[in-house]
């Protein structure tokens, strides 16, 4: 079993943050998590100190970028093995994480998919899946049925990358990248996923909107640019 | 070019004059950034005194109006200054950032005084 670490970003979840990281602790206690409280205006901090939870305390808000890569850096820092990237909202269950633990020692990154053996349903939010999908298969020449799932492995060779490089955001576009230009082994383990138990998404329709225009942007067109990254694929 | 352009050109530019000095004066602004506009106001002294150095180059280009290829020339100039201003956001904005992860960093370790294993980055040239 690989040294294993859940980057948990949280902004603005004091009320779905306890109930997360206490089914975290009960379902996975040998796992080491640390929560990124990216400049919270509310009391996710003070839920965090109150409780003895290990969190880093960003000063002032990063975006969900800048927040799950001082994740990366603290577990670089700290010479993890694995990274967990994991939602502070209840989305994601811990009770699949073992599986990632599993996969990851025989890849670069694993992806904790909601499609591998379900269909999915139609909808606009899916309609935008399907393309950074079907960018992903024109690019790189694989098929990812779930790219958008936020629920992802990474190994020490992707978190060498992830924790210094600029323009490495936890999105598909970075996915397609490394695989792309590193190399990068990528599986997608069978999960379920959960309604957001509190707060609120970041999905309002113009954000999908310059969403996806960035991911299309990114992985057909700049990505061919990017420089190639050295390393052994796992 | 009608004489009021020129007019309004010089008094343009002696205001960028005037105005960048004063900034300098008050210590708002670093004498590197202000490079750039003390060279544009001259460009636009020059633009108004020498308006024949424009005709020959709109001719060359082919542009019929002089007035217009004033216009296209100081366009690209300020296209340049903002495409450098986009780029030093950008740097300004990662140093920000790198800034608060070390300090988040820093502050967590120190807290459960449990140092780093390993303060080094990859040796990766991309990194």
């Not at chain 1, 694989?142 to 992802?152: E, F, H, L, W």
């Amino acid at each position: 079993m690989l040294k294993t670490i859940l980057i948990i970003p949280a902004y603005n979840e004091q009320d779905s943050i306890e109930s997360t990281i206490e089914s975290v602790k009960r379902t996975i206690p040998e796992v080491d998590f640390i929560i990124v409280n990216d400049g919270s205006s509310d009391s996710t901090a003070e839920v965090c100190r109150r409780n003895g939870y290990p969190f880093l305390d960003l000063p002032v808000n990063l975006g969900l970028a800048g927040a799950f890569q001082t994740g990366m850096k603290y577990a670089f820092r700290h010479s993890y093995e694995c990274a967990i990237q994991f939602d502070a909202d209840g989305q994601h269950l811990p009770e699949y994480v073992p599986a990632l633990m599993e996969a990851i020692e025989h890849n670069d990154i694993v992806i904790g998919s909601r499609f591998v053996n379900a269909h999915k349903p139609r909808s606009l939010r899916m309609l935008g899946s399907n393309l950074i999908e079907g960018a992903i298969r024109v690019s790189t020449g694989k098929t990812i049925k779930d790219p958008t799932s936020g629920m992802r492995a990474f190994n020490a060779r992707m978190i060498n990358q992830l924790a210094f490089g600029l323009n490495f955001g936890p999105e598909p576009d970075t996915v397609s990248y490394l695989m792309k230009r590193a190399g990068a082994k990528v599986c997608e383990v069978p999960v379920r996923m959960s309604d957001r138990t509190a707060g609120e998404s970041y999905l309002s329709p113009w954000n999908s909107a310059t969403y996806m225009l960035r991911m299309t942007i990114s992985i057909l067109f700049v990505q061919y640019f990017r420089k190639q990254i050295g390393g052994e694929a796992a | 070019m009608t004489p009021v352009l020129r007019i309004v050109l010089v008094a343009v530019s002696i205001l960028t004059f005037a105005f960048m000095t004063r900034k300098i004066r008050n210590a708002k602004v670093r004498l590197e950034d202000s490079v750039f506009w003390y060279c544009f106001a001259v460009l636009l002294l020059l633009v108004s005194v020498f308006p024949g150095v424009f005709f020959v180059l709109a001719g060359l280009v082919g542009v019929s109006s002089p007035v217009n290829f004033v216009f296209l020339f100081f366009i690209f100039v300020l296209l340049v200054q903002v495409f450098n201003l986009s780029v030093r956001l950008s740097q300004s904005d990662t140093k920000i950032k790198e800034l608060t992860q070390h300090l988040a960093i820093e502050r967590f370790e120190r807290h459960v005084g449990d140092g780093a294993v390993t303060d080094e980055r990859p040796t990766d040239p991309h990194c």
